[in-house]
């Protein structure tokens, strides 16, 4: 049997570390747990998560429709009830606005790899939507393509949504996200990043895999296991391009790009070599000198 009040009071723990961790101000975010086959537990809308109470909660069915509270259901169910319908093996939901992951999904810059091995391990490849207006069918369809490959998912120009066994778990998966986000900003700020080689990559990969941790990355054939490969195929849509982090190649692409090392700085990239640099600037000056004595 479940201890449904036990699990109000584990939500209004984790709402109250949102709000205090600065992932939901005033009424921002919700979070929802799964108590039977047909009944989800959710944060109505307008509160703020850090001073709810249990007898604050309602609870909806899986098509959102609310069967118990004294206070309106969030507006945005819907996309926690399209991931639960997704996932029979996910308990519980939580959707915050993270300020550093989240700014991520504002520039559409994709999530780097292969820089800590926490995150290797527990996140791995992080995917960034499309964007919808929040709440309603079309922003929960949002997360379907990738659902099925993650745990936790950057929701374009709006904030983070994880989910995992427990509200606790589920809200993990955010909080570890937004401290990588934060450590790649203040690194990318000192001027570059290092990343794992391809075999140190490779090995923390092995130790997932031992662990009976997923990663698409150990199933995919002739993945660039450091290049954000797994969900590059929707950047089109998604309008996804990184500008401020060029994560390391290990491996010719097939639209050409060039490889680069395994601990290369983003500037490093994209900067030619001296020698064609002196012989670019030397081309200039001779045309810029030609011209001053026609």
Known sequence: MINVHAIKQEICEIGRRLYQKGFAAANDGNITYRISDHEVICTP???????????????????????SGRRKRTSEVM?????????????????????????????????????????????????????????????ANTVLPFVSKTNVIILANHGTVSYGETVERAYWWTEILDAYCRMLMLARGLGRINYFTEPEARALLDLKGQWGLPDPRLEMKNC???????????????????????????????????????????????????????????????????????
């Open 45 to 67: 809308t307008q509160i703020c998560k850090g001073f709810m109470k249990p007898d604050d909660l309602c609870t909806v069915d899986l098509e959102g429709n609310q069967l």
């Open 79 to 139: 996309l926690h009830l399209a991931i639960l319908k997704a996932r029979p093996d996910v308990k519980s939901v939580v959707h915050c606005h993270p300020p550093h992951a989240t700014a991520f999904g504002i520039a559409r810059e994709p999530v780097p790899q292969c820089v800590l091995p926490e995150v290797e391990i527990f996140l791995g490849d992080v995917p960034i939507t499309k964007y919808a207006i929040p709440g309603g069918e079309e922003f």
């Open 224 to 294: 660039d296991i450091c290049a954000n490969d797994v969900f590059r195929n929707s950047w089109k849509d998604t309008g996804v391009r990184p500008e401020a982090f060029q994560p390391p190649s290990f491996c010719k692409r097939a639209e050409g790009a060039a490889t680069t090392p395994g601990n290369a700085s983003p500037s490093a990239n994209t900067l030619p070599a001296n020698a064609d640099l002196e012989a670019l600037i030397q081309t200039i000056t001779d045309r810029v000198m030609a011209a001053l004595d026609a």
